[in-house]
């Protein structure tokens, strides 16, 4: 069965830091309850949230991901616009920043999650995890009446 385990890709994909297969996440980020977590993780049971208001420091990287934001699309406003007048910049960045929130949220919680929470891949967990049946068994196949 392949599996995401031990990947780099389990953060971009928002999953557990411990198992690497539970979703962090209810829902899609571009549901309008984008900001709902598990509490739990739904693979593993791994506990989200390590301590009361541990996802406060998340406003902080969030805010670092809202100014390279503001700084690349100025960039690249200045760049491919050929330095326009002030209201693009001001129109660029703020959209560009709005439409990135679910995101930028997101990620700043996952910063949060794996690098502050002191939970670590732990491969036993994901092999039991993996090796769990996903699915109901398949129905019988219907017997012709004859
Ligand atoms: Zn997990």
Redesign the pocket.
Known sequence: MATTSSSPLAFVAQ????????RVFETSAFSPRFQQMHTS??????HYEPEPGFYWGAMYISYAFSMAIVVAVGIAVFVLGHDPEAWVYILAVTLTTILLVPLSFRYSRMVMLYLFAGFDYDPA??AE?ASRPTAAPPLPAPELVG
């Open positions: 999953r557990c830091p411990r198992c690497h297969q539970g993780c739904p693979a593993c049971g791994l967990v994901a995890v």
